[in-house]
């Protein structure tokens, strides 16, 4: 499946205290254009947790990206596979790419 820049996907993600994994949501950071259509995309993680973590971006409309639950995207950024994205579930609100755009401006200042 290719996605566009902003798609939220569930994804396959390891346990990092057992072996197995869990389906999560993540973020989907690269443009179809310029490097998914390749084969694989560059994503960031999206979690409930209530520990911070340096540059979280609270999202202020979790529905719109199909969300049932209060999230933050965590920068912890990965790239997969295309074909192991499971489904597309929702996209980030224009106020909430703005937000994690600003992140990655401060985690990637060039």
Known sequence: MICDSWD???????????????RRPALVLSGSQAFNQHGHSVMAMITSSTLPWALDTPLKEHALAGLSATCAVRLKLFTLDNRLII????????EDQNGVASALKTMLPF
């Open 8 to 22: 939220v996907v569930v994804v396959p993600f390891p346990f990092t205290e057992r072996a197995g994994q869990k």
């Open 87 to 94: 489904r597309r579930i929702g996209r980030l609100s224009g």
